[in-house]
Each structure stands twice: as C-alpha cells, then as structure tokens.
C-alpha cells in the first residue's frame, strides 16, 4: 500500500532500495538499532468505544469528571490519533489484522464463526522473538487456535472468557484464577514483567482486557460508581434509519429491541460466582430488578423502556471501563517506579469502536463512524511529543510493521499496513495512506449486519452493501458527521461518487482483495 514510502530524500531511497534486494520493506528505525531497542507493551481492550474516553472528547459525564483518568494521562504524555481505522470491525478478525498485518482476506481470518487462525503464518511476535525480544500475552486470545507460536509466555482466557473467576490457559495448561477478570489481567501483565520475563532483552507485552465486551459486568468494588447517574441521549438514538438503506434498518442490534434482560442484569449472577460475589451481586441489582417490574406493572411505553435500558446500560458499561482505566494507571505507574517507562512504548487501542446508543445501538460491525474508528493512543518518551493529535489516517494494520521498525526488524514486504513510527515522530510522510478500504463479512450471524465493503477518504464514505441487497450509501462526513444522509444518487455527487468507487477499486487491487466481494470465500 505504501510501498514507496519514507523515500523522499537521497538517503533514506537507498535505503528502500537495499531493503527491496533482501525482500524487506525499509525500516524507517535502522539508526536506532545501535540504541537500546525499546520495550513495547500493548495494552488492549474489546469493545471499548472512543465516545467513552475523555481524551476523545467524551460527552457522557461532565469534563473535570472524566471516566478515563489514566487513559488521559496517557494522551497527555503521548500521540491521540483521531483516526484510526479497522479493517474488519468485529473481534477474532481485528485480532488476525494485528498479529499479521494484513486484511482478512490475506490472513483468512475473515469472522468469529470461521474456522481458527492460522498460526503458521508470519506474525509480528514471531519476527520480534526472532529478533531478540521476550514476548508475552496475557488475556483475551479469541483466535480459536491453541498453539501461540511467537510467544514466550501465553496466559489467555477461553473464547471470551467471564468476568469473574476466569479458567484460563498458561502456557498450555489450565488455571482457573479467583477475581476480576480485568484486575486479574492487570496484575498477571505486572507480574510477568516484575519476574516473568527475561530480563536480558528488551520486550514485547500485548496485555489483551476481556473488558468492555458484552454484558459489561463491573467490579463490586465499582458496582455503584454510576448508579444514580442520568447520562444524555446521543443526538441520533431515536434514529429512524429513514435517510439509509435496508441494512441499517434490519440489522439486530438496537438497545430497544435486542438488548436483553442479561445484559440489563435481570437474571441474577452469572454462575461460577463464590458467595461473597452473589452477595455483592444482589446489593448491586436487586433494585434494578425491582425498579424494572415497577415499570412493567404501570405499562410504561416502549420509548420510557428503551430510555431506562441505555441508562443501565451507560450506568455498567462506563463502570467496566473504569477497571480497564485502573489497568492502565497501574501499568503506567509499575513502568514509573520500576525505571522501565522511559524506554518502554505504550500502546492503548481496542478491538474495534462500539455504539453507546448512537443509531439506537449497541455492538459494532457497520463501517460507520463508531464501529470503523478506533482508540488510538501512543506513548513512547522522548519519540512521541506529549499531548500531541493526530488525524492521519492509521489502523491497526498498521501495528506489526510499526513495532517491527522501532525494533530495528525486517519487515516482510506483503504486510499490508506502514509503519506509524514517521508519524509518531511529528511528520506525515508524502506518501502516506489518503484512502482506507473496509471489509465486514460475518453475515448471516448474530446482529444480523449485511455484508459490506467500503472506501474512506477522510471526509467521504462510500459503502456498499452487496449481499442479500444490492444497495450503496455515500456519506459527507463534513456536512454529516452523524451519517444520517446517504447521498448516493443525490444530484451532483456524481464526481465524486465517480471518485470514490475508483479508489475502491485500485484498493482493492493494491490489497489483492477479489473484484467481486461475492467471490470471497468464507
Ligand atoms: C457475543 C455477543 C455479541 C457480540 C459477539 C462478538 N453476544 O456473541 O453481542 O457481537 O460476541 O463480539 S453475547 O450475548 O454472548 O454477549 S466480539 O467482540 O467477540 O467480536
Ligand atoms: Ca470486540
């Protein structure tokens, strides 16, 4: 995609050159080698949305109140890039983008219902071992293959795991730990660096939260921190999906409708809690379950219902997200205290972005605006400037060969992402990315989204739908940052219609994606 990069000046061109007669891209970290490699630790979450963090402008609570503190503290010491955008906005998939560096199509991770990764493919962790680093991932997985190779360490939970008293696998055999999930993550990411690792090389930690995933069940210890709060309604949650297609319409995914009385916590406890955790869960819930029959015994209408769902909703979700804000902090802070932070890259990034209400929804998968970007927020002391944004246009395709550069490793040639590090280091290289192809396969399947693909340029969005319909959307983001508006056939957007299919198709011919997306095989 970005093949040519970095080789605007004399130097850095022969450079590429020598890097294309041993098969590699150029990396743009060659004089660091002789420094000290940097570690680099990935902290990673699911589900996680961008409308729920302060540095990205959350508009749920009130500003000096942010429910991200330490992802805050984050932002100010490193890079907030705006726009990073997911190749393939739901879990196991984004996972394969992140381990390969490649579009589903190339990596055969195309849906969570398919069959498991392919682990004997290249891998950014393999190469990074290969070249001399300690690796370790510590929770979610969700790759659906039981070998890990590329990782010295391996302490992954089950499929998605629960979020209390997880079983997990370490290093092939089964545990099953007491707790929170999300602490229980934090504290092994800490352990594996106090005492895990060795401690001769530098490192690579992907510690990969179960949090914010779907039922967002909180800590006890943050069971109430939200109760009594009322949250605004995004401008679009009673959206009619009248200026869109019959994929929005159709799909199953609205607070209304799909939200059930699991994830509303109307059904007591999860199994597997000890006692004292059903104790904790009753004080929590009883009232919610009370409140609930209340309204369902005075007939409150459908519109009252929905309203008080996304209120629970809210009241859980930014209560599951505080945990992973904790891990943060406490990563951050054992970076500080064991002198490791100046030297150590740190990562925050989720899965995919996730509706808070917006369209009426929750889930992801649509490439509009709340499932196709991502948080992106980057630390790396005296590389990145502190306090810095970015509205590059990056994804987390773009991980492996960033993290393969700052290493100083070779970068294999059909890795289909670029390395961040230019950007990272204050300038956007001439040549970098203006348009950003997007593939959503997993359909017929729960939330019932069609299958899509799509390009982005920045202010344009051109999707189109091509399974069970036939039907495409355009969208201004400038003058509709919402999406409420296809403008697909309106009169004048010929041009740039015209524009944005091109890009489309010369996408999908650089990434090697098959012309007609029905060609694909799942
Ligand atoms: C589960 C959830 C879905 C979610 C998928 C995929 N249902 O099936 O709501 O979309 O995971 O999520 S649940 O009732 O089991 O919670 S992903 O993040 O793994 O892709
Ligand atoms: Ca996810």
Not at 106 to 121: H, P, V
Not at 169 to 191: F, K, M, P
Not at 440 to 445: D, I, R, V
Request: negative net charge.
């Amino acid at each position: 995609m970005l093949r040519m990069r970095g080789c605007a000046c004399l130097l850095v061109g022969a450079m590429c050159i020598m890097a294309s007669i041993v098969g590699a891209k150029h990396s743009y970290a060659d004089e660091a080698k002789a420094e000290k490699r940097p570690n680099i630790v990935i902290i990673y979450t699911d589900d996680h949305a961008y409308q729920a963090i302060g540095a990205y402008g959350q508009k749920l609570l009130p500003d000096q109140e942010s429910p991200t503190p330490q992802l805050d503290r984050l932002a100010r010491e490193g890079m907030t890039f705006t726009n990073c955008c997911v190749p393939n906005s739901i879990c196991g998939p984004m996972r394969a983008v992140v381990q390969t560096g490649k579009y589903s199509h190339k990596n055969g991770f195309l849906t969570n219902d398919g069959k498991g990764f392919d682990n004997t493919q290249t891998t950014f962790p393999k190469l990074l071992q290969k070249a001399g680093y300690a690796t370790a991932i510590i929770g979610k997985w969700h790759l659906k293959c039981d070998a890990r190779p590329g990782f010295d360490y391996a302490d992954v939970l089950i499929g998605q795991g629960p979020y209390f008293n997880p079983p997990m696998i370490q290093n092939g055999t089964r545990v099953v730990r007491q707790g929170y999930t999300t602490e229980i993550i934090t504290q092994l990411s800490i352990d594996w660096m106090e005492r895990g690792r060795d401690p001769s090389k530098p490192f690579l930690l992907m510690c990969h939260h179960k949090a914010t995933h779907r039922n967002w069940i909180p800590t006890p210890k943050y069971y109430d921190r939200f109760k009594d709060r009322e949250f605004p309604l995004p401008e679009t949650f009673w959206d009619d999906y009248s200026g869109r297609g019959t994929a929005a319409r159709t799909q199953d995914m609205t607070i209304a409708r799909t939200m059930n009385a699991n994830d509303l916590k109307l059904n007591g406890p999860p199994n597997g809690l000890s006692e004292a955790q059903k104790k904790d869960w009753h004080d929590m819930y009883d009232s919610r379950v009370r409140e609930y029959q209340e309204l369902r015994e005075r007939g409150a209408s459908e519109k009252e219902m929905t309203q008080w769902k996304y209120q629970c909703y809210m009241r859980d979700y930014l209560a599951v997200a505080a945990a992973v804000d904790d891990s943060v902090g406490e990563i951050l802070d054992y970076l500080e205290k064991s002198g490791l932070a100046e030297n150590t890259i740190v990562i925050y990034s989720s899965d995919q972005g996730f509706y808070l209400g917006e369209h009426g929804w929750f889930d992801k998968r649509f490439m509009y605006e709340q499932s196709f970007k991502t948080a992106l927020i980057a630390r790396w002391s005296g590389v990145i400037a502190s306090g810095t944004k970015s509205d590059a246009i990056v994804s987390p395709i773009d991980f492996a060969e960033t993290f393969l550069d700052v290493a100083g490793a070779e970068i294999p040639r059909d890795m289909q992402g670029a390395s961040m590090l230019p950007i990272w280091r204050g300038e956007v290289p001439q040549d970098w990315r203006t348009s950003f192809y997007y593939h959503y396969y997993e359909f017929p399947a729960e939330h019932s989204v069609k299958r899509h693909e799509g390009v982005y340029d920045g202010r344009f969005k051109l999707i189109h739908f091509y399974h069970d319909v036939d039907e495409w959307e355009l969208y201004d983001l400038q003058n509709d940052p919402n999406e409420l508006e296809n403008i697909f056939a309106k009169p004048g957007m010929e041009p740039v219609v015209a524009r944005m299919k091109a890009a489309l198709v010369e996408q999908k011919k650089e990434l090697g994606a098959p012309e007609n997306p029905m060609d694909q095989k799942l």
